[in-house]
């Protein structure tokens, strides 16, 4: 199944669940320095932690900054050069710690590698997406 199909119906699911509540901030924070408004789309941060979790299914082991680089985007600086700006943090690191609630997400040390995979039943949410 192509990603983005994949991820709307995962955003689907995560809307049931209760740990996934958007957070009042959200709504006023930019999602990285690159931007220049807030997200205007209402499943904005469902969308954004399906994807998430998508990519801890795929990568098998997550961490914040390595999220904050796969997010981020040029920042337009006029006549300079555009330049490459990581993601917010804060956005990632509060959905990595609502997948966590809702036990999808561990914290883990597999020898050099720090992060977040996905448990058991993180698994078979990933997979029973159709």
């Known amino acids: 199944m ?16 209760d740990e996934f509540k958007q957070p009042e901030w959200s709504f006023f924070v930019k999602s990285g320095t690159s931007k220049k408004r807030p997200p205007q789309d209402s499943d904005f941060w469902h969308k954004r932690a399906a994807s998430i979790l ?3 299914y795929v990568r ?8 904050k680089t ?14 490459f700006r990581k993601s917010s943090g804060k956005i990632i690191r509060t959905i990595l710690q609502q997948a966590e609630a809702a036990g999808l997400l561990e914290k883990t040390t597999d020898g ?8 058991k039943n993180g698994i078979e949410l990933m997979e029973g997406v159709k």
């Not at 192509?2 to 669940?17: H, Q, R, S, V």
């Not at 098998?60 to 999220?67: F, Q, S, T, W």
């Not at 050099?112 to 448990?119: C, D, E, H, P």
């Open 70 to 83: 796969r997010y981020g985007s040029k920042k337009n600086r006029g006549f300079k050069p555009e330049k």
């Open 60 to 67: 098998k082991i997550v961490g914040v900054n390595r999220l």
């Open 2 to 17: 192509p990603a983005d199909e994949y991820n709307k119906k995962l955003a689907e699911t995560l809307k049931g669940m």
């Open 112 to 119: 050099k590698r720090y992060g977040r995979k996905l448990t």
């Open 54 to 56: 998508r990519q801890a």
